[in-house]
């Protein structure tokens, strides 16, 4: 996980069972290799109610955004 910046941009939303995140929400970056599979991170919503799997493609750095 080397020089990967530690916020990130949802593309698409997240929906599990108890949680639904939009689209456009900042994270963090937890792991860039989710379970070992580089193609998923782990992220974490920055008020801490949910940690997320993503691939990669569904993200954004953060400060792409601005």
Same mark, same amino acid.
């Given at each position: 996980?080397?020089? !990967?910046? $530690?916020?990130?941009?949802?593309?698409?939303?997240?929906?599990?069972?108890?949680?639904?995140?939009?689209?456009?929400?900042?994270?963090? !970056? !937890?792991?860039? $290799?989710? &379970?070992?599979?580089? $193609?998923?991170?782990?992220?974490?919503?920055?008020?801490?109610?949910?940690?997320?799997?993503?691939?990669?493609?569904?993200? &954004?750095? $953060?400060? &792409?955004?601005?």
């Amino acid at each position: 996980m080397c020089n !990967l910046p $530690e916020l990130w941009v949802l593309r698409t939303y997240f929906s599990g069972p108890d949680v639904f995140v939009p689209a456009g929400t900042v994270v963090r !970056l !937890l792991d860039g $290799e989710a &379970d070992g599979d580089p $193609e998923y991170a782990r992220l974490a919503v920055l008020d801490g109610t949910a940690e997320l799997t993503m691939h990669w493609d569904d993200l &954004d750095p $953060e400060e &792409d955004q601005q």
